[in-house]
């Protein structure tokens, strides 16, 4: 057993990354500022998009997205269930009804076959989500919705890096990326929005803080703009220059990172082929680079002898740290109470969401590590 705690994830942070937001606390600008509008830029420039706006989260994208669409009541938004609850909540709270699409049982991503069945004449958006670091196959679920005229939005909360078809999840379209700790790359918090709809990324721009339609703040006096006034009601979802400077320095070094994350995933696919109880996320047949953010399995709980939830329990007495990803939002309570949901509507996100397990994955983390974990579990289905 290991003599120190190994947590499912944990941000690489460099001295020279804490150096960096040290000198944006000492230069007296704090705030949004020169240092966001660096990483606007060069994240851009990574992914190959038009443009890009930074935010204090990927929610906070969603959320102005869905307002620049003018998502609202007798709308529906088609999404998976088997994602973190943030999307779905906030169709909720836009008086839109989300309509949940079954996942890929091996990739856990949704297909333009899934979709299409799906899609009513009050069908407004499509939210396909990229899962794990690998990418969804984009381009059916594009034609199928613009034969419709339906939009598209990514969820590429797990995609910083992804590529599909040699081309970067960002570059075309609409995707909305997530700078949470445990990501790929870290602002602490934050999160991109990145189009090539110039009229969308003005909207979103307007709408990140109060509407005003001018830049918010003078610098040369850190006073508020004389001539910015609100053009709508909007919100305070601006991204800080101590979080930006954060963004831009992880971001150079987001190969290398990716690369350390593929060699611990190969690692680890390795180690477990041979333990018949735990089954790894299967990878997409199409062309992709995957940026493995999660390292998901499904455990066999016929063949482990125990459910998913105990098999986390006991692996956390070996010191092992473990996460879920995710538990479908269509069974949580509140659907299940209020949105008519039920179990059997979507069996394989069901099976995935009573089985899956993430095991731990970050640059930081050693192939002893790795060898620890799979030894750990084991050591656990033995026993």
Not at 87 to 115: E, Q
């Amino acid at each position: 057993m290991r003599d120190t705690f190994l947590p499912f994830s944990r941000p690489s942070i460099t001295e020279d990354d804490i150096a960096a937001v040290g000198e944006v606390l000492r230069s007296g600008w704090i705030t949004t500022g020169p240092r966001t509008a660096e990483f606007e830029l060069r994240f851009s420039e990574r992914v190959g998009c038009a443009g890009a706006v930074a935010l204090c989260s990927g929610t906070a994208g969603m959320h102005l997205v869905l307002n620049a669409l003018g998502i609202g009541p007798g709308d529906e938004v088609i999404t998976p269930s088997m994602t973190w609850v943030s999307t779905v909540n906030l169709v909720v709270l836009a008086g839109a009804t989300p309509v949940f699409v079954d996942v890929d049982r091996d990739t856990l991503m949704v297909t333009a076959a899934s979709i299409e069945p799906r899609i009513t004449p009050r069908t407004r958006l499509i939210v396909p989500v990229h899962f794990g670091g690998a990418p969804v196959d984009l381009d059916p679920i594009c034609e199928l919705a613009a034969a419709r005229g339906i939009a598209v939005v990514e969820d590429a909360a797990h995609a910083t890096g992804t590529r599909y078809k040699g081309r970067p999840i960002g570059q075309r379209g609409t995707a909305i990326f997530s700078f949470h700790p445990i990501k790929n790359i870290t602002t602490g918090e934050g999160g991109m929005v990145c189009s090539d709809d110039e009229a969308l990324l003005e909207r979103i721009r307007r709408l990140k803080f109060h509407g005003l339609g001018v830049e918010a703040f003078d610098r040369q006096t850190h006073g508020r703009a004389p001539q910015a006034e609100v053009l709508e009601p909007g919100y305070k979802y601006n991204l800080t220059d101590m979080a930006a400077v954060l963004g831009i320095r992880q971001l150079e070094r987001l190969e290398a990172l990716n690369r350390r994350r593929t060699v611990l995933a190969d690692r680890y696919r390795s180690r477990l082929a041979d333990v018949e109880a735990v089954l790894p996320l299967g990878t997409p047949g199409y062309d992709h680079d995957h940026a493995w953010h999660l390292f998901v399995v499904r455990l066999d709980t016929e063949r482990a002898g125990m459910d998913r939830d105990r098999f986390m329990r006991r692996l956390k007495e070996h010191n092992i740290g473990t996460g879920l990803h995710f538990r479908a939002v269509h069974l949580q309570r509140y659907y299940l109470e209020s949105a008519g949901t039920r179990r059997g509507m979507l069996p394989d996100t069901e099976w995935n969401s009573d089985c899956v397990c993430s095991l731990p994955l970050f640059p930081d983390m050693s192939v002893d590590d790795v060898d620890e974990v799979v030894n750990a579990i084991e050591d656990v289905l033995g026993s």
